[in-house]
């Protein structure tokens, strides 16, 4: 659906926080399907934890936020042209149930529950091979920058 290359058209994020690797799935206002390899090489690792490594839960956060980010341009026909963004305003019902580590594919799904003057409503959730590692509830406002 959309490589890297593509989804720099609609993300400002680049190396080393560009969180989202390939779009696999898009309907239009409705939800996104999206993934992330996880790679031992990636700098988080050198800290978080050098004995046992474990992707950050606030990076699969952000994640799944970019994520939303793709869905609400694309739903909206439009791409991020400096004049405004998506900021994330709140994160309600997050848990983690499994650690992500090196190795492993994130696969992201976000659905919009509702967008009410530019403050979108996504619900989200991150599986691993099937099974659910994360999931939240996130609100993401449009602002002129």
Not at 87 to 94: E, I, K, R, S
Not at 97 to 122: H, M
């Amino acid at each position: 659906m959309l490589n890297v290359k593509e989804i720099f058209e609609y993300l400002p994020h680049r190396y080393p926080f560009l969180l989202v690797d390939r779009v696999t799935e898009f309907k239009s206002g409705e939800s996104l399907k999206a993934y992330k390899n996880v790679t031992y090489n990636e700098p988080q690792f050198t800290g978080h934890f050098p004995d046992n490594p474990i992707m950050p839960g606030v990076m699969i956060i952000e994640a799944m936020a970019q994520c939303t980010g793709i869905l609400a341009f694309k739903t909206q026909d439009v791409k991020p042209d400096g004049t405004s963004m998506y900021y994330l305003a709140a994160v309600d019902n997050c848990r983690f149930r499994k650690p992500a580590i090196p190795g492993d594919k994130l696969e992201f799904e976000v659905k919009t529950v509702n967008n009410k003057k530019g403050i979108w409503k996504f619900e989200c959730t991150t599986s691993v091979d099937g099974k659910l590692i994360a999931s939240c509830d996130m609100l993401c406002a449009e602002r002129k920058v």
